[in-house]
Protein backbone atom coordinates (compact mmCIF):
# COMPACT_ATOMS: atom_id res chain seq x y z
CA UNK A 1 0.00 0.00 0.00
CA UNK A 2 1.15 3.27 -0.66
CA UNK A 3 1.28 5.28 2.17
CA UNK A 4 2.75 8.66 3.96
CA UNK A 5 3.24 8.75 7.44
CA UNK A 6 4.18 12.04 9.06
CA UNK A 7 5.66 12.37 13.00
CA UNK A 8 7.17 14.82 15.20
CA UNK A 9 4.58 17.63 15.52
CA UNK A 10 4.42 19.16 19.40
CA UNK A 11 3.81 22.28 21.10
CA UNK A 12 6.95 24.54 21.09
CA UNK A 13 7.53 28.28 22.39
CA UNK A 14 8.11 30.75 19.87
CA UNK A 15 12.01 31.16 18.73
CA UNK A 16 12.26 27.02 19.13
CA UNK A 17 12.88 24.25 16.82
CA UNK A 18 11.19 21.10 15.73
CA UNK A 19 12.14 18.66 13.19
CA UNK A 20 9.74 16.57 10.80
CA UNK A 21 9.58 13.74 9.85
CA UNK A 22 7.95 11.75 7.20
CA UNK A 23 8.17 7.76 6.11
CA UNK A 24 6.96 6.91 2.88
CA UNK A 25 6.78 3.19 1.74
CA UNK A 26 4.79 1.39 -1.25
CA UNK A 27 6.93 2.85 -3.94
CA UNK A 28 9.99 3.73 -5.10
CA UNK A 29 10.61 6.77 -2.63
CA UNK A 30 13.79 7.83 -4.57
CA UNK A 31 11.38 8.37 -7.96
CA UNK A 32 9.89 11.45 -6.72
CA UNK A 33 10.29 15.00 -5.36
CA UNK A 34 8.37 15.46 -2.33
CA UNK A 35 6.61 17.95 -0.87
CA UNK A 36 5.29 19.69 2.28
CA UNK A 37 1.95 21.48 2.72
CA UNK A 38 0.55 23.30 5.68
CA UNK A 39 -3.28 24.40 6.71
CA UNK A 40 -3.52 26.90 9.92
CA UNK A 41 -6.36 25.82 11.93
CA UNK A 42 -9.68 26.71 10.01
CA UNK A 43 -8.10 28.06 6.91
CA UNK A 44 -7.05 26.85 3.50
CA UNK A 45 -3.71 25.19 2.19
CA UNK A 46 -0.24 26.61 2.07
CA UNK A 47 2.54 25.04 0.08
CA UNK A 48 5.56 25.19 2.38
CA UNK A 49 8.68 23.55 0.32
CA UNK A 50 9.91 20.69 -1.82
CA UNK A 51 12.55 18.67 -2.88
CA UNK A 52 14.00 16.98 -5.61
CA UNK A 53 14.16 13.44 -6.29
CA UNK A 54 17.62 13.27 -5.42
CA UNK A 55 17.83 16.35 -2.60
CA UNK A 56 20.01 18.54 -5.13
CA UNK A 57 17.09 21.10 -5.61
CA UNK A 58 15.27 22.45 -2.72
CA UNK A 59 12.24 25.15 -3.01
CA UNK A 60 10.65 27.37 -0.47
CA UNK A 61 7.60 29.73 0.30
CA UNK A 62 8.96 33.32 1.10
CA UNK A 63 7.42 33.00 4.66
CA UNK A 64 9.88 30.23 5.29
CA UNK A 65 13.13 30.82 3.79
CA UNK A 66 16.05 30.71 5.87
CA UNK A 67 14.05 29.22 9.05
CA UNK A 68 12.51 25.78 7.73
CA UNK A 69 15.47 23.46 5.66
CA UNK A 70 13.69 20.50 3.68
CA UNK A 71 15.83 17.58 3.74
CA UNK A 72 15.55 13.87 2.64
CA UNK A 73 17.61 10.66 3.08
CA UNK A 74 16.83 7.95 0.00
CA UNK A 75 18.08 5.17 1.87
CA UNK A 76 15.56 5.73 4.81
CA UNK A 77 12.50 6.87 2.59
CA UNK A 78 11.72 9.94 4.35
CA UNK A 79 11.42 13.33 4.26
CA UNK A 80 12.12 15.84 6.38
CA UNK A 81 11.46 19.53 7.62
CA UNK A 82 13.26 21.37 9.99
CA UNK A 83 11.83 23.98 11.32
CA UNK A 84 13.62 26.93 13.40
CA UNK A 85 12.75 30.06 14.81
CA UNK A 86 9.11 29.04 14.88
CA UNK A 87 6.74 31.50 14.80
CA UNK A 88 3.05 31.73 16.36
CA UNK A 89 2.08 32.09 12.50
CA UNK A 90 3.69 28.56 11.78
CA UNK A 91 1.11 27.25 13.61
CA UNK A 92 -0.50 24.36 11.25
CA UNK A 93 -0.84 21.08 10.34
CA UNK A 94 1.92 19.75 8.73
CA UNK A 95 1.36 17.26 5.38
CA UNK A 96 3.70 16.09 3.12
CA UNK A 97 2.71 14.63 -0.10
CA UNK A 98 4.30 12.68 -2.93
CA UNK A 99 4.86 15.17 -5.77
CA UNK A 100 4.16 13.33 -9.07
CA UNK A 101 5.20 14.35 -11.65
CA UNK A 102 2.96 13.42 -15.20
CA UNK A 103 3.87 13.78 -18.95
CA UNK A 104 1.74 14.53 -21.45
CA UNK A 105 2.70 14.28 -25.25
CA UNK A 106 5.88 17.03 -24.49
CA UNK A 107 4.91 18.56 -21.03
CA UNK A 108 5.35 18.05 -18.14
CA UNK A 109 3.29 18.61 -14.75
CA UNK A 110 3.60 18.32 -11.16
CA UNK A 111 0.74 17.12 -8.76
CA UNK A 112 0.44 15.99 -5.13
CA UNK A 113 -0.96 12.82 -6.02
CA UNK A 114 -0.48 10.72 -2.32
CA UNK A 115 -0.89 12.76 0.97
CA UNK A 116 -0.24 11.60 4.32
CA UNK A 117 -2.56 12.19 7.97
CA UNK A 118 -0.71 15.47 8.93
CA UNK A 119 1.08 16.46 12.23
CA UNK A 120 0.19 19.33 14.09
CA UNK A 121 2.56 21.90 15.26
CA UNK A 122 1.38 24.68 18.12
CA UNK A 123 3.50 27.44 18.28
CA UNK A 124 2.90 29.51 21.68
CA UNK A 125 4.64 30.38 24.46
CA UNK B 1 4.23 34.99 -6.55
CA UNK B 2 0.97 34.01 -8.46
CA UNK B 3 -2.34 34.81 -6.95
CA UNK B 4 -5.11 32.07 -7.23
CA UNK B 5 -8.63 33.02 -6.81
CA UNK B 6 -11.50 30.80 -6.55
CA UNK B 7 -14.96 31.81 -7.27
CA UNK B 8 -17.54 31.75 -5.22
CA UNK B 9 -16.19 31.21 -1.78
CA UNK B 10 -18.56 28.92 -1.02
CA UNK B 11 -22.00 27.73 -2.12
CA UNK B 12 -25.19 25.61 -1.04
CA UNK B 13 -26.70 22.51 -3.17
CA UNK B 14 -28.42 19.74 -3.36
CA UNK B 15 -27.72 15.77 -4.67
CA UNK B 16 -27.95 15.55 -8.09
CA UNK B 17 -26.92 19.30 -8.57
CA UNK B 18 -24.37 20.08 -11.27
CA UNK B 19 -22.01 22.89 -10.03
CA UNK B 20 -18.96 25.03 -11.16
CA UNK B 21 -15.91 26.61 -9.12
CA UNK B 22 -13.51 28.43 -10.98
CA UNK B 23 -10.27 30.10 -10.47
CA UNK B 24 -8.32 32.33 -11.71
CA UNK B 25 -4.64 32.98 -12.11
CA UNK B 26 -2.84 36.58 -11.79
CA UNK B 27 -0.84 35.33 -14.87
CA UNK B 28 -0.74 33.00 -17.42
CA UNK B 29 0.09 29.56 -16.37
CA UNK B 30 -0.78 27.45 -19.26
CA UNK B 31 -2.61 24.22 -17.81
CA UNK B 32 -0.30 23.94 -14.74
CA UNK B 33 -3.26 23.54 -12.89
CA UNK B 34 -4.56 20.63 -10.32
CA UNK B 35 -7.99 21.00 -8.16
CA UNK B 36 -7.83 18.77 -4.54
CA UNK B 37 -10.85 18.05 -2.65
CA UNK B 38 -10.92 18.12 0.93
CA UNK B 39 -13.15 16.50 3.01
CA UNK B 40 -13.36 17.44 6.96
CA UNK B 41 -10.64 16.03 9.39
CA UNK B 42 -9.45 14.35 6.09
CA UNK B 43 -5.92 15.17 3.81
CA UNK B 44 -6.46 16.82 0.36
CA UNK B 45 -7.07 14.38 -2.45
CA UNK B 46 -5.76 14.77 -6.15
CA UNK B 47 -8.55 15.21 -8.57
CA UNK B 48 -7.56 16.86 -11.66
CA UNK B 49 -4.37 17.42 -12.59
CA UNK B 50 -3.00 19.48 -15.63
CA UNK B 51 -6.13 21.30 -15.95
CA UNK B 52 -8.60 19.10 -17.26
CA UNK B 53 -6.74 15.30 -16.88
CA UNK B 54 -8.93 13.27 -14.29
CA UNK B 55 -6.57 11.43 -11.67
CA UNK B 56 -6.69 7.68 -11.73
CA UNK B 57 -9.43 6.48 -9.76
CA UNK B 58 -11.57 9.73 -9.19
CA UNK B 59 -15.22 9.35 -10.37
CA UNK B 60 -16.30 10.76 -13.79
CA UNK B 61 -19.08 13.20 -12.53
CA UNK B 62 -15.72 15.46 -12.14
CA UNK B 63 -14.51 17.42 -14.73
CA UNK B 64 -11.94 20.45 -14.95
CA UNK B 65 -11.61 22.63 -18.41
CA UNK B 66 -9.49 26.01 -18.71
CA UNK B 67 -5.86 27.37 -19.62
CA UNK B 68 -4.08 30.53 -19.10
CA UNK B 69 -6.16 32.43 -16.34
CA UNK B 70 -9.34 30.80 -16.52
CA UNK B 71 -10.04 27.33 -14.64
CA UNK B 72 -13.01 25.83 -14.07
CA UNK B 73 -13.78 22.55 -11.63
CA UNK B 74 -17.18 20.83 -12.86
CA UNK B 75 -18.98 18.16 -10.66
CA UNK B 76 -21.95 16.60 -12.43
CA UNK B 77 -24.91 15.09 -10.62
CA UNK B 78 -23.43 16.20 -6.98
CA UNK B 79 -23.11 13.22 -4.48
CA UNK B 80 -23.44 12.80 -0.60
CA UNK B 81 -19.34 12.94 -0.74
CA UNK B 82 -18.65 15.34 -2.43
CA UNK B 83 -19.81 18.07 -0.07
CA UNK B 84 -15.99 19.19 0.77
CA UNK B 85 -14.02 21.80 0.69
CA UNK B 86 -11.99 22.41 -3.06
CA UNK B 87 -9.07 24.28 -3.92
CA UNK B 88 -7.17 24.36 -7.26
CA UNK B 89 -3.19 24.92 -6.89
CA UNK B 90 -0.78 25.98 -9.56
CA UNK B 91 2.15 24.43 -10.19
CA UNK B 92 3.74 26.67 -13.40
CA UNK B 93 6.47 27.89 -11.23
CA UNK B 94 7.81 28.54 -7.32
CA UNK B 95 5.98 29.45 -4.79
CA UNK B 96 3.54 26.89 -5.41
CA UNK B 97 0.06 28.98 -4.92
CA UNK B 98 -3.07 27.19 -3.49
CA UNK B 99 -6.69 29.03 -4.34
CA UNK B 100 -8.46 30.10 -0.65
CA UNK B 101 -11.52 27.25 -1.26
CA UNK B 102 -14.48 26.88 -2.65
CA UNK B 103 -16.81 25.22 0.56
CA UNK B 104 -19.18 23.37 -1.10
CA UNK B 105 -22.20 22.55 1.60
CA UNK B 106 -25.78 20.63 1.87
CA UNK B 107 -28.50 22.85 0.91
Known amino acids: EVQLVESGGGLVQPGGSLRLSCAASGFTFSDYWMTWVRQAPGKGLEWVAN????????FYVDSVRGRFTISRDNAENSVYLQMDSLRVEDTALYYCARDCNYRIIFDWYDAFDIWGQGTMVTVSS | AIQMTQSPSSLSASVGDRLSITCRAS??????LGWYQQRPGRAPKLLIY???RLQSGVPSRFSGSGSGTDFTLTINSLQPEDFATYYC?????????FGQGTKVEIK
Open chain 2, 89 to 97: LQDYNYPRT
Open chain 2, 27 to 32: QGIRKD
Open chain 2, 50 to 52: AAS
Open chain 1, 51 to 58: IKEDGSDK
